[in-house]
């Protein structure tokens, strides 16, 4: 069975800093690209970034090109998501996503449950 | 970038109803396009791939269809957990990937 388990989320003011990760398990984690998905509360699904199985190719939304970083450890099937700068409107939860490909996220075939990360003053 | 359009909004129906749920992209996503069901406190779960490949363990009665703009998530008769928040996702064009605005089905 698949699961992906985010944790570091919290409160952090306007212009900090925060790292999440994406502990995986029950697939061949280097096998497939991943994702970060984040969802405002009470708003609609947004894809934040992705990267393939190797690590060697990421990808950003816009919104968040320059302050977000993910990267992975396949030795340790974990994913992670750097974020500086952070704004008010990055409040959301983010979700970590199993692609179906190994280079590329395609659609999301597995969700973990999400971590809210909140910024505020 | 794509921009996919759902509608209805809200869409009120019985159980054992049929729901037609629609999604439109601002241009062709060829057959690149998945929908998702979220409920209330849950993260969103895949259905359907490339337009019409039923995800494992998802019922027969969540169809998908379409091709190039305009496509179609129907259930063909409402069963009570149905009652969620369905949202539409292309691939064809990336980064960024991007997701519909949603349609929620609620019990009417």
């Known amino acids: 069975e698949v699961q992906l388990l985010e944790s570091g989320g919290g409160l952090v003011q306007p212009g900090g800093s925060l790292r999440l990760s994406c502990a995986a398990s029950g697939f061949t984690f280097s096998s497939y690209a991943m994702s970060w998905v984040r969802q405002a509360p009470g708003k609609g699904l947004e894809w934040v970034s992705a990267?393939?199985?190797?690590?060697?190719?990421?990808f950003y939304a816009d919104s968040v090109k320059g302050r977000f970083t993910i990267s992975r450890d396949n030795s340790k099937n974990t994913l992670y998501l750097q974020m500086k700068s952070l704004r008010v409107e990055d409040t959301a939860f983010y979700y970590c996503?199993?692609?179906?490909?190994?280079?590329?996220?395609?659609?999301?075939?597995?969700w973990g449950q999400g971590t809210l990360v909140t910024v505020s003053s | 970038e794509v921009v996919l359009t759902q509608s209805p909004a809200t869409l009120s129906l019985s159980p054992g109803e049929r729901a037609t749920l629609s999604c439109r992209a601002s241009?062709?996503?060829?057959?690149?396009l998945a929908w998702y069901q979220q409920k209330p406190g849950q993260a969103p779960r895949l259905l359907i791939y490339d337009v019409s490949n039923r995800a494992t363990g998802i019922p027969a009665r969540f169809s998908g269809s379409g091709s190039g703009t305009d496509f179609t998530l129907t259930i063909s008769s409402l069963e009570p957990e149905d009652f969620a928040v369905y949202y539409c996702q292309q691939r064809f064009s990336w980064p960024p990937l991007t997701f519909g605005g949603g349609t929620k089905v609620e019990i009417k």
């Open positions: 996503a199993k692609g179906a490909n190994p280079e590329h996220p395609y659609h999301f075939e597995d």
């Open positions: 990267i393939s199985g190797s690590g060697g190719r990421t």
């Open positions: 241009q062709t996503v060829h057959s690149y």
